[in-house]
């Protein structure tokens, strides 16, 4: 099994950033892929953006929503998934969800709890 727990989320202006961060602990080396879903309320979860694990240099893909402000990242070191979110606005408010996909027969999803981001004036 894989544990991931989300930080970093808070409230910010428009226009400012945040980073969030997802430490992965447990079975890791069996993880291949690892993301970043968000859900608004009233509305169903959605996907931000996600990369390969085990692909060096993967820039990673992006909802058309957040292409340009966010980025994916990694740090194999420290287990740890990150996404840097630019010129945040309104609608990027959410909770933020880790996701960590591992191989098997068949493959399962690992989800965080959450870590709740909230843009407003």
């Known amino acids: 099994h894989v544990q991931l727990v989300e930080s970093g989320g808070g409230s910010v202006q428009p226009g400012e950033s945040l980073r969030l961060a997802c430490l992965a602990s447990?079975?890791?080396?069996?993880?291949?892929?690892m993301g970043w879903y968000r859900q608004a309320p009233g509305n169903g979860r959605e996907f931000v953006a996600r990369?390969?694990?085990?692909?060096?240099?993967?820039?990673?893909m992006y909802a058309n929503s957040v292409k340009g402000r966010f980025a994916i990242s990694r740090d194999s070191a420290r287990n740890e998934l990150y996404l840097q979110m630019n010129n945040l606005n309104f609608d990027d408010t959410a909770v933020y969800y880790c996701?960590?996909?591992?191989?098997?027969?068949?493959?399962?999803?690992?989800w965080g709890k959450g870590t709740l981001v909230t843009v407003s004036s």
């Open positions: 990369m390969s694990t085990i692909t060096r240099d993967d820039a990673g």
């Open positions: 447990g079975n890791i080396d069996t993880i291949y892929g």
């Open positions: 996701q960590a996909v591992t191989e098997g027969d068949p493959d399962r999803e690992y």
